[in-house]
């Protein structure tokens, strides 16, 4: 199993531009997430999804829109990068949220920044 | 409203002394909370989690945490710390949305440095 996986790895946008971060599990797990990273800020939660074709906005969804068209990917889009959308983005998926306990799996990750 | 704070933002240690890694947590129920691990430029990994059962929990590489609620503390502690310890370490509790999820609320993360 690849588990979590996120794509690019990578990027350098200019601002104003549009991109698109790819997460794929294979696990089949209910629940997806996208954070952000920031120095000192720990991980804040932008938007999560409670199964297929549902999302639901996290602590700073602004700038961002998600879509779950299918169970096994999360998508995070970005339709006019700004300077302070750089960060590191996190997806994370969970068997599921309904009850406390599920750990969460996460990818490696995606570098972004913004000119 | 649930929310987790973790004490320090950086501990320094000498390889082979006592790890103690500290996080409060608040909660209006009886929370389930976890610890996570981020080795540089990597994901996260899940250390250990408490679900209501034994207080005393024990995680992988030598970790473990005690859930005391009295104290409203899950502190994550190690009796010998080695080189690769060294890392970045969140505490999270779940709170519950208003739809009926119980969503992950991280700490700001505690950075660990081992000395030689």
């Known amino acids: 199993n690849a588990g979590v996986t996120q794509t690019p790895k990578f990027r350098v946008l200019k601002t104003g531009q549009s991109m698109t971060l790819l997460c794929a599990q294979d696990m089949n797990h209910e629940y997806m997430y996208w954070y952000r990273q920031d120095p000192g800020m720990g991980l804040r939660l932008i938007h999560y999804?409670?199964?297929?074709?549902?999302?639901a906005k996290g602590e700073v969804p602004d700038g961002y829109n998600v879509s779950r068209l299918k169970k096994q990917n999360f998508l995070l889009g970005l339709e006019s990068a700004a300077p302070s959308q750089t960060s590191v983005y996190f997806c994370a998926s969970s068997y599921s949220g309904s009850l406390p306990g599920y750990e969460q799996y996460f990818g490696p990750g995606t570098r972004l920044t913004v000119t | 409203a649930q929310s987790v704070t973790q004490l320090d933002s950086h501990v320094s240690v000498s390889e082979g002394t006592p790890v103690l890694l500290r996080c409060n947590y608040s909660?209006?129920?009886?929370?389930?909370l976890f610890w996570y691990v981020q080795h540089p430029n990597k994901g996260l990994q899940l250390l250990l989690k408490?679900?209501?059962?034994?207080?005393l929990v024990k995680g992988i590489n030598g970790f473990e945490a005690e859930f005391k609620k009295s104290e409203t503390s899950f502190h994550l502690t190690k009796p010998s710390a080695h080189m690769s310890d060294a890392a970045e370490y969140f505490c999270?509790?779940?709170?519950?949305?208003?739809?009926?999820?119980?969503?992950?609320?991280f700490g700001r993360g505690t950075s660990l440095i081992v000395h030689p």
């Open positions: 999804s409670v199964g297929e074709g549902t999302t």
């Open positions: 909660s209006s129920y009886s929370p389930s």
């Open positions: 408490y679900t209501s059962a034994a207080t």
């Open positions: 999270v509790v779940t709170r519950d949305s208003s739809g009926g999820s119980y969503i992950p609320t």
